[in-house]
């Protein structure tokens, strides 16, 4: 069964600094996908950043960048140039193919001015 | 893009009746449609998966007699609580894939309805 695990309960930032968020996950396939969303306080869930497994290269959004460790089965968010509105919910979610979301418990992120 | 429509965003309800939730697709058509709840401060949890045309998949535990849900046409699913009770407040997220645009391994996510059943 797949698992994804968001250790960090919590976490706080200063403005205009970088911050990373921890992801892990277990799956028995070799094509799936990752993604990282946003839940601020409307309880909207944005797509901040996805990758698939079947490539190397690190994907990047603007401020927001993976770290994708295949083998590790690791998948960490870095938010560089940290911004107010960034202040939100994050999980870490895992897709097998074709299949459904699953979702870690959720990173709390505080952004200070 | 994608977007995912859902409606009511908030209802309050008598314990014992029932309360119907819309997810409508705006500008995809989406043959299968995913139903969350979530607690406060707490991730997305899996009800069911709804199918256009055929009966949903519920997870485990989640009561099907409970927790009606109905995927008549490719825009449309809808969620019906039924004999509401107060442990049934909560917050009721839709999502749907979007397979026509290259987007093929994305979700969009309804804006959310908050239920409570008083």
């Known amino acids: 069964a797949q698992t994804v695990t968001q250790s960090q309960p919590e976490m706080s930032v200063q403005e205009a600094e970088t911050v990373t968020l921890s992801c892990t996950y277990d799956t028995s396939e070799s094509d799936y996908y990752l993604f990282w969303y946003k839940q601020p306080p409307s309880r909207q869930m944005i797509l901040v950043i996805r990758?698939?497994?079947?490539?190397?290269q690190n994907a990047t959004e603007n401020r927001f960048s993976v770290n994708f460790q295949k083998a590790a089965k690791s998948f960490s968010l870095k938010i560089s140039d940290s911004q107010l509105g960034d202040a939100a919910m994050y999980f870490c979610a895992l897709m097998e193919y074709g299949n459904k979301l699953v979702f870690g418990a959720g990173t709390i992120l505080r952004v200070k001015s | 893009g994608a977007v995912v429509s859902q409606h009511p965003s908030r209802v309050i309800c008598k314990s014992g009746t029932s309360v119907k939730i819309e997810c409508r697709s705006l500008d995809f058509q989406a043959t299968t449609m995913f139903w969350y709840r979530q607690f406060p401060k707490q991730s997305l949890m899996l009800m069911a998966t709804?199918?256009?045309?055929?009966?949903?998949?519920?997870e485990q535990g989640v009561e099907k007699d409970k927790f009606l849900i109905n995927h008549a046409s490719l825009t449309l699913s809808t969620l019906t609580v039924t004999s509401a009770h107060p442990e049934d407040s909560s917050f009721y997220i839709c999502?749907?894939?979007?397979?026509?645009?290259?987007?093929?391994?994305?979700?969009?996510f309804g804006s959310g309805t908050r239920l409570t059943v008083v």
């Open positions: 990758q698939e497994a079947y490539k190397q």
């Open positions: 709804s199918n256009e045309g055929s009966k949903a998949t519920y």
């Open positions: 999502s749907a894939r979007d397979l026509g645009t290259g987007n093929n391994y994305g979700y969009t």
